[in-house]
């Protein structure tokens, strides 16, 4: 027996039928009601045609370093096209192009200045980082349906991310792991700012950040909580990277690094909080439910579980769970983006007694989830 469509839903597809109806669209783009919303669609479906161009825009500015040399003064045409290395043609053209997207701005003088999204590069280097990075991501979505018809795995990014097709993950020497943890380390304290918006650690005793990578996240948890136990648990060369980084950071003393392979491995326990920052989105539920199980058997009674990551179905930045997560785990070989829900459903499963959402002030980001453990 078919479904009975909602009112929603049949409203949707009386209006999605209409608009495929080209004499309507003409009609709707010369009607004075109808012709802003007819604009806005035309320009919405060109953006996401044009989108790749848009990004490679960016990608030229921050390869030539366009921000970090308008961030320094003002300048003409000609005196960025020496600097650029660029014929005053192309320069013209790029620096047109970037102000199109907000990213520069000429002013009244004649001379360019950085726009409202090229200032918000400046001190941001983890954005920088992964604009570069995408060339890899690029590079496999060149053939979109070779590459969802295809087995998971053997292609440039999940050769990138070393661990994703590893058979034994604990084994990678440190060649191998050196760039991807770099670019984490890189993009690590954006994502870090969302959470301790959201989130007092200083009620806990011992943080336990698991897939800590270099330790950026907890070098930017520890000033904000000075009597709190670090502690991270990460693949063996991964791991010789943290403890000298937070060794450098002057946190060495109150720092406990431990290597393994969280997949296979039980985890260290002495910690009343655990951490999951942008680790559980990067594996398949299996190991997901095995990780959050793992948390749940280390933890004391009354500890507690965060998890922070971009989440899909975030109100208001829908396309970068489903569209940009979608993709981008696809072309690394292993994961899915997850609601809050499925998430929060999963950490039942687990043992968890009790969860909830904290809000944090860029949801595209990061969101956050805290879970209970009863403290009977």
């Known amino acids: 027996m078919p479904a009975v469509l909602c009112l929603r839903d049949r409203l949707r597809g009386w209006r999605e ?10 009609w709707a783009a010369r009607f004075p009601l109808t012709r802003p919303m007819a604009r806005r669609r035309a320009r919405q479906l060109f953006d996401i045609c044009a989108g790749f161009v848009y990004a490679q825009v960016l990608t030229a500015c921050v390869r ?9 003064a003002p300048a003409t045409d000609a005196a960025l096209a020496h600097r650029l290395a660029l014929t005053p043609e192309a320069t013209t053209r790029l620096l047109e192009a970037a102000a199109s997207l907000e990213l520069t701005y000429r002013r009244a003088d004649g001379r360019w200045v950085l726009g409202p999204l090229g200032a918000a590069m400046i001190g941001n ?3 920088a980082a992964m604009v570069e990075h995408h060339a890899l991501l690029y590079a496999d979505l060149a053939d979109p349906v070779a590459l969802l018809r295809r087995e998971r795995g053997g292609n440039a990014l999940s050769g990138y991310w070393a661990y994703a097709g590893a058979e034994a993950p604990a084994a990678l020497p440190g060649g191998q792991v050196a760039d991807y943890s770099g670019l984490m380390a890189a993009s690590q304290p954006m994502v870090a700012a969302e959470v301790l918006a959201a989130y007092d650690f200083r009620r806990h005793r011992a943080l336990l950040d698991v897939g800590g990578g270099e330790g950026a996240f907890l070098a930017e948890v520890a000033p904000s909580a000075p009597a709190l136990r670090l502690m991270l648990f990460d693949l063996p060369p991964v791991a010789v990277r943290a403890q000298a980084r937070l060794a ?13 392979d ?15 920052v942008r680790v559980l989105h990067d594996h398949d539920d299996k190991v997901v439910m095995h990780l959050l199980r793992s948390a749940r058997a280390a933890l004391p009674a009354g500890g507690r579980l965060l998890i922070a990551e971009p989440m899909a179905g975030t109100p208001g930045a829908e396309p970068m769970g489903q569209a940009y997560f979608g993709f981008y785990l696809l072309a690394m070989g292993r994961g899915r983006p997850r609601r809050a829900e499925e998430l929060q459903a999963m950490l039942r499963e687990a043992g968890f007694a009790a969860s909830r959402a904290l809000p944090t002030p860029t949801p595209l980001l990061a969101r956050v989830l805290i879970a209970d453990v009863s403290a009977a």
């Open 64 to 72: 030539l370093n366009l921000f970090e040399i308008l961030h320094e």
């Open 125 to 127: 280097p983890g954005i």
């Open 248 to 260: 450098a950071r002057g946190f060495g003393a109150r720092s406990a690094v431990f290597g393994g």
């Open 17 to 26: 039928a209409v608009t495929a109806d080209p004499r309507f669209r003409a």
């Open 262 to 276: 969280f997949t296979a491995d039980s985890l260290p326990q002495g910690a009343d909080l655990i951490s999951f």
